[in-house]
């Protein structure tokens, strides 16, 4: 298995443009986490899904984020309009039942 | 609420020498306390947890109940230990989402 899959590696955007993340869980992962990591707040939990439910999005920061899972391979982390605070690694995370969270290898976002 | 805090951003020491980053909570529950490790470009990965009570590249960490801390230890540390640690917490064994704290850059001199 690859592990837990992103895409775009690398983004870079321009202030009020759209961008959509992607991520492929481990397949037979029943659960789904998206964090933000900077250098000001560390690793946040943005929003998690289970059986492509979403759980909790309590961290989602505002209504310019939005995430979905219309399936349980697959799952969109978008921002519309994104702003430059919105740089950041994006991480996605996926889990069986109580075990191990194994992580994506990100996705890092400029935001000009 | 609960809470995770590590109070070191930045750590360093000698080759050899012993390190301990610290982690302290805050829940009124039972935790469960995890280390995660992230090696310079590469994946934010599980060192250990608690309740495996098992030692991971000579690193180990005992949860105190009593002083509410998870610090994670090694004797002698190596150059390739530098690296990015963060400590989190799951509120018990239904687990759910992580708490993470905000990470302890530590840095091994040779």
């Known amino acids: 298995d690859a592990g837990v899959i992103q895409s775009p590696r690398h983004e870079v955007t321009e202030m009020g443009q759209e961008v959509t993340l992607r991520c492929k869980p481990i397949s037979g992962h029943d659960y789904l986490f998206w964090y933000r990591q900077t250098m000001m707040r560390g690793l946040e939990l943005l929003i998690y899904f289970n059986n492509n439910v979403p759980i909790d999005d309590s961290g989602m920061p505002e209504d310019r984020f939005s995430a979905k899972m219309p399936n349980a391979s697959f799952s969109t982390l978008k921002i519309q309009p994104s702003e430059p605070r919105d740089s950041a690694v994006y991480f996605c995370?996926?889990?069986?039942?109580?075990?191990?969270?194994?992580f994506g290898p990100g996705t890092r976002l400029t935001v000009l | 609420a609960q809470r995770v805090t590590q109070p070191e951003k930045l750590l360093s020491v000698f080759k050899g020498a012993p390190v301990e980053l610290k982690c302290n909570y805050s829940y009124s529950g039972s935790p469960e306390l995890f280390w995660y490790v992230q090696y310079s470009r590469q994946r934010l990965q599980l060192l250990l947890r608690?309740?495996s009570r098992e030692s991971i590249k000579g690193f180990t960490a005992d949860l105190n109940k009593g002083e509410t801390s998870f610090h994670l230890k090694k004797p002698f540390a190596q150059e390739e230990d530098s690296a990015m640690y963060y400590c989190a917490l799951s509120r018990g064994s239904t687990l759910g989402r992580l708490y993470f704290g905000r990470g302890t850059q530590l840095t091994v001199w040779p």
């Open positions: 995370a996926s889990r069986l039942l109580v075990y191990e969270q194994f």
């Open positions: 608690h309740i």
